[in-house]
């Protein structure tokens, strides 16, 4: 009071009665409150009442955490984020403070979802509070969580054929592709794989590759269930639907004539294969009906007669070549050789060693043949006396007298060899 002085202050709380104000006035109680108020001077002049409504605001504020976007069991992907939303019923949030794992200083939440992205894989934990207008501070709340940012692991796999070259994996037109992933936490949600750069597809179940082309890209991925994709991973196969060719060859003597071969048991048949692709696996060949055999080098044939011999390769993927056949006939036997003189016999008489000669008159003819029943004789040879050998071509006709010595030989077309001596004396 400006004149005489304040003799007294009088105060009213929530309309009681008015009482002089002596102390400070406390209010312990969280609700809206009416103040009134008005003061006497020292000569009884009093102030109009004054009136003044407030709330008091005693509780903090509550802070709840949401994640966005797909989470499993409190595990997070790093395209996660998580929103924090405040609520004070009675004076407002001031401020939201957050802060990871061990973290010195809290940030202050703006309202944006907080980005996960930069969190290392394995656990942590966000802690966060809020503060109202009044300084009512919320006690700290956490929420622990996995961060995932492995992707699944894939691999391709081939069911059947397949073969690894140096530089490439060749596979059949049978060959099954597999795809199979692994996720080290939260699981595979799927498997993805694109072929010759089309678009992927979702894998379902093995699948195999079609003949009309000699390879093949294969991209595949996983994806786990948090959406987690693993570095698309590419394979090359290479497609082999063409069987290998085999040949045969024989060393030594072989005589062919309307498709059977003529050979001694002396010959070794030799098998060849070749494959442009995967490559030639083994040779198999069968004789008559004995167990198949895997060819590992020339073999031969130890018994005469006649044989049915089948050989077939088999590349590495398994395409196996249909089965050639052929006729063979082991001959080891020489030709038999014939000598017929032109008139019989006129007398004997013994060598100068003791043997008994045939003698025989001048002008006496001889005839030389050979009979073969197998590969057939191939030409007969003679030699009168010890001089120089040749070809019988026409009978042998003898005309001066004296002792003659004819060494024959005749061999057959797989070189089986038969020689023959007769000794005879011309005279007249």
Same mark, same amino acid.
């Not at 391709?156 to 530089?167: N, Q």
């Not at 060949?285 to 895997?294: A, P, S």
């Not at 026409?394 to 007769?422: C, H």
């Given at each position: 009071d400006s004149m005489v002085g304040v003799k007294d202050t009088y105060v009213s709380i929530d309309g009681?009665?008015?009482?002089?104000?002596? +102390?400070?006035?406390? %209010? /312990?109680?969280e609700k809206d409150y009416n103040l009134r108020f008005y003061a006497v001077d020292l000569v009884g002049n009093a102030s109009s009442p004054k009136e003044l409504k407030f709330t008091i605001d005693l509780t903090p504020p509550v802070t709840k955490h949401k994640i966005l976007g797909h989470v499993i069991e409190n595990i997070l992907s790093p395209q996660n984020t998580i929103r924090l939303n405040s609520f004070d019923e009675l004076a407002g949030v001031k401020r +939201?403070?957050?802060? %990871? /794992?061990?973290?010195?200083?809290?940030?202050?939440?703006?309202?944006?979802?907080i980005k996960l992205n930069k969190?290392?894989?394995?656990?942590?934990?966000?802690i966060y509070y809020s503060e109202d207008h009044v300084n009512?501070?919320?006690?700290?709340?956490?929420?622990?969580?996995?961060?995932d940012t492995i992707p699944p692991t894939v691999n391709?796999?081939?069911?059947?054929?397949?073969?690894?070259?140096?530089?490439k994996v060749y596979v059949s037109a049978q060959s099954q592709v597999k795809l199979k992933a692994t996720d080290n936490k939260i699981g595979v949600d799927r498997i993805e794989y694109a072929i010759n750069s089309k678009d992927f597809q979702t894998y379902t179940k093995p699948f195999t590759l079609q003949a009309n082309r000699s390879n093949y890209e294969i991209v595949y991925r996983a994806i786990d269930k948090l959406g987690n994709i693993s570095n698309p991973r590419r394979w090359i196969l290479n497609m082999d639907v063409t069987a290998p060719q085999s040949s045969i060859k024989f060393i030594g003597v072989?005589?062919?004539?309307?498709?059977i071969v003529w050979i001694t048991s002396k010959t070794k048949i030799s098998l060849s294969s070749h494959d442009d692709k995967s490559g030639v696996k083994n040779i198999k060949?069968?004789?008559?009906?004995?167990?198949?055999?895997?060819y590992s080098g020339p073999f031969s044939l130890d018994k005469e007669g006649k044989y049915e011999l089948k050989f077939w390769s088999v590349d590495n993927v398994n395409n196996s070549e249909a089965k050639q056949k052929l006729r063979i006939v082991v001959d080891n036997t020489p030709p038999s050789i014939i000598v017929n003189f032109s008139v019989a016999s006129i007398d004997t008489t013994k060598s100068n060693d003791g043997s008994i000669l045939e003698v025989f008159p001048c002008n006496t003819s001889i005839f030389l043949g050979a009979t073969d029943a197998s590969a057939s004789s191939e030409g007969i040879w003679y030699s009168i006396n010890g001089r120089s050998e040749k070809k019988?071509?026409?009978?042998?006709?003898?005309?001066?007298?004296?002792?003659?010595?004819?060494?024959?030989?005749?061999?057959?077309?797989?070189?089986?060899?038969?020689?023959?001596?007769?000794?005879?004396?011309?005279?007249?």
């Open positions: 009681r009665e008015f009482e002089p104000y002596r +102390t400070e006035l406390y %209010f /312990d109680q +939201t403070y957050y802060k %990871f /794992d061990s973290q010195n200083e809290y940030s202050v939440y703006l309202g944006s979802p969190l290392s894989n394995g656990t942590h934990k966000l009512n501070v919320e006690d700290t709340s956490s929420y622990r969580f996995y961060i391709i796999l081939i069911d059947g054929d397949k073969y690894h070259s140096t530089k072989s005589y062919e004539q309307r498709s060949y069968q004789i008559g009906f004995d167990q198949e055999k895997n019988y071509k026409t009978p042998l006709t003898f005309r001066k007298e004296g002792n003659y010595k004819l060494i024959i030989r005749s061999r057959d077309r797989v070189n089986n060899e038969s020689i023959k001596i007769v000794s005879f004396l011309i005279k007249d």
